[in-house]
């Protein structure tokens, strides 16, 4: 069964470092997805993206994150200067789309520590 | 805006015992209702699923009934198992487009042979 492949599974960096979180959305998907989960807290929007560009993002994606489809086959998430807040599970979904089908399909996330 | 509300937990259960789920929703329009499960060390995963009012989903022996009167979507199963045990979330999108998903705080469930 096709599924959405995260990589790290685990990333650990120094405040302020940049990093970046990799996915592979399912092949025929068109709408890719990060969402973020502070531990212990629920999960939250971060931003959604068709087309090569950002259809919709929330607060929390501020000027610090930007996404990127860079091949045609991953779906990044940099972060340019970690914060320790930034600390979270972070998963990547992706659905093929249409109204009233937007059943989303989630990877099994990248735990970011900053330290 | 849209938000979700779910019952509290962590929610302990012998085996084989009856489960509710509470969850309640805001939103504007018709939105669409999922519940996902997460079990330990792995991502998100549907579970379950409703499009409109008065649909119910159901998988695994779970339902939830999609009540618009009463904006709810509860989750239940007649009768639990260990391999049950996990985090629960109740989560909505507006019915139209590709929009994101609103969850819930989600529910830890356990379950006691």
């Known amino acids: 069964e096709p599924e959405v492949t995260q990589t790290p599974s685990h990333q650990v960096t120094q405040m302020g470092q940049e990093v970046i979180l990799r996915c592979v959305p399912i092949s025929n998907h068109l709408y890719f997805y990060w969402y973020r989960q502070i531990l212990g807290q629920k999960v939250e929007f971060l931003v959604s993206f068709y087309n090569n560009e950002i259809s919709e993002k929330s607060e929390i994606f501020d000027d610090q994150f930007s996404v990127e489809r860079p091949d045609g086959s991953n779906f990044t998430l940099k972060i340019r200067s970690t914060k320790l807040e930034d600390s979270a599970m972070y998963f990547c979904?992706?659905?093929?789309?249409?109204?009233?089908?937007?059943?989303?399909?989630f990877g099994a996330g990248t735990r970011l520590s900053v330290l | 805006g849209n938000s979700v509300t779910q019952m509290e937990g962590p929610v302990t259960l012998s085996e084989e015992a009856f489960l509710t789920i509470n969850c309640t929703y805001t939103?504007?329009?018709?939105?669409?209702l999922f519940w996902y499960v997460q079990y330990p060390g792995e991502g998100l995963q549907l579970l379950l699923k409703a499009t409109k009012a008065d649909d119910k989903g159901s998988n695994k022996g779970f339902e939830a009934t999609y009540r618009k009167e009463t904006t709810s979507f509860h989750l239940e199963k007649g009768s639990v198992q260990v391999s049950d045990s996990a985090v629960y979330f109740c989560a909505l999108s507006a019915n139209f487009g590709n929009e994101k998903l609103t969850f819930g705080t989600g529910t830890r469930l356990t379950i006691i042979p």
């Open positions: 939103a504007t329009g018709y939105p669409s």
């Open positions: 979904a992706s659905s093929t789309g249409g109204a009233g089908k937007n059943i989303q399909y």
